[in-house]
T-cell receptor, first 115, second 118 residues
Framework: AQKVTQAQTEISVVEKEDVTLDCVYE???????LFWYKQPPSGELVFLIRRNSFDEQNEISGRYSWNFQKSTSSFNFTITASQVVDSAVYFC????????????FGKGTRLHILP | GAVVSQHPSWVICKSGTSVKIECRSL??????MFWYRQFPKQSLMLMATSNEGSKATYEQGVEKDKFLINHASLTLSTLTVTSAHPEDSSFYIC??????????????FGPGTRLTVL
């Protein structure tokens, strides 16, 4: 069965600190996609990244970076030098090609960046 | 990037009435649309998958007679909450994808519709 676990329900850090959001997934498929989305208070989902199961290369985009490790079924997200605008709920998600590309979301991590 | 719109963005209705939410793909043809529900401070839960021209497939535990989904065209899917009750109050989000390409079928999310049933 497919499952996404975000063990951190809520995190608070002071502005400019680095913060890592954890994501562990379960799947039986060899071909799948992993995602991170940001949901600010407005509610609209903001797509951050998609990774396919064959690409374990880590990625950096500005202050954001992602660490994908198949050996531990983890896809962690790090924000460097956090800013107040980073405050939001962050969802990790999984999509299996053999399941009509349905996206299954983790429970989310609520991130508070304190000024 | 592809744009998905939802209408209305918010709606308040009385208990027992029906509410229709529209999901439109504005600049691409969506062969498949997905409907999600998100209760306050919870995650998005997939309700159903609809393919254009065919009946929707509902996830376990979702009442198909209560949440009517119609995907009559390649750019429009509607979700009708019939005989709405306060427990149906939630944030409803749709996503759409063009499944005709061989490449990975990116899903694009709408901005969501906040339903409050009094």
């Amino acid at each position: 069965a497919q499952k996404v676990t975000q063990a951190q329900t809520e995190i608070s850090v002071v502005e400019k600190e680095d913060v890592t959001l954890d994501c562990v997934y379960e799947t039986r498929d060899t071909t799948y996609y992993l995602f991170w989305y940001k949901q600010p208070p407005s509610g609209e989902l903001v797509f951050l990244i998609r990774r396919n199961s064959f690409d374990e290369q880590n990625e950096i985009s500005g202050r954001y970076s992602w660490n994908f490790q198949k050996s531990t079924s983890s896809f962690n997200f790090t924000i460097t030098a956090s800013q107040v605008v980073d405050s939001a709920v962050y969802f990790c998600a999984l999509s299996e090609v053999n399941r009509d590309d349905k996206i299954i979301f983790g429970k989310g991590t609520r991130l508070h960046i304190l000024p | 990037g592809a744009v998905v719109s939802q209408h209305p963005s918010w709606v308040i209705c009385k208990s027992g009435t029906s509410v229709k939410i529209e999901c439109r793909s504005l600049d691409f043809q969506a062969t498949t649309m997905f409907w999600y529900r998100q209760f306050p401070k919870q995650s998005l839960m997939l309700m159903a998958t609809s393919n254009e021209g065919s009946k929707a497939t509902y996830e376990q535990g979702v009442e198909k007679d209560k949440f009517l989904i119609n995907h009559a065209s390649l750019t429009l899917s509607t979700l009708t909450v019939t005989s709405a009750h306060p427990e149906d109050s939630s944030f409803y989000i749709c996503s759409a994808r063009d499944g005709r390409t061989a490449a990975y079928n990116e899903q694009f999310f709408g901005p969501g519709t906040r339903l409050t049933v009094l």
